[in-house]
């Protein structure tokens, strides 16, 4: 099967659907450090030229959430809106392992 299959896509939508009835919306609880990282990697994905509308949509408002979260933020607000800008992307730095700090 392929992602195009015409035949996935039908029982994928309906899988969904039947989710949906039976269990309702996925709640997940994320400590702040967690929610701060997911936002980073979901302002990352929104730079993704191929990103459909709904998907933006989703992004934009999770998004919202989480700053609406961070409110008393300040600082993290700061990081956010530089987030926002894809001037202000860095390139991974590496990271020594524990193991390479060993003698």
Do not use: W
Not at 36 to 51: E, S
Not at 60 to 65: N, P, Q, T, V
């Amino acid at each position: 099967m392929t992602i195009d299959d015409d035949d996935l896509r039908v029982q994928v939508t309906a899988e969904l659907t039947q989710k949906d009835a039976d269990a309702g919306n996925l709640a997940i609880e994320l400590p702040p450090l967690t929610v701060m990282l997911l936002a980073g990697m979901i302002q990352l994905a929104q730079r993704v030229p191929c990103l459909n509308p709904p998907s933006k949509q989703v992004a934009g408002d999770i998004l919202a959430m989480v700053r609406d979260y961070f409110r008393d933020c300040p600082a993290v607000l700061a990081v956010l809106a530089a987030g926002d800008d894809p001037d202000q992307d860095q390139p991974p730095r590496r990271r020594t392992s524990v193991t390479e700090t060993r003698h």
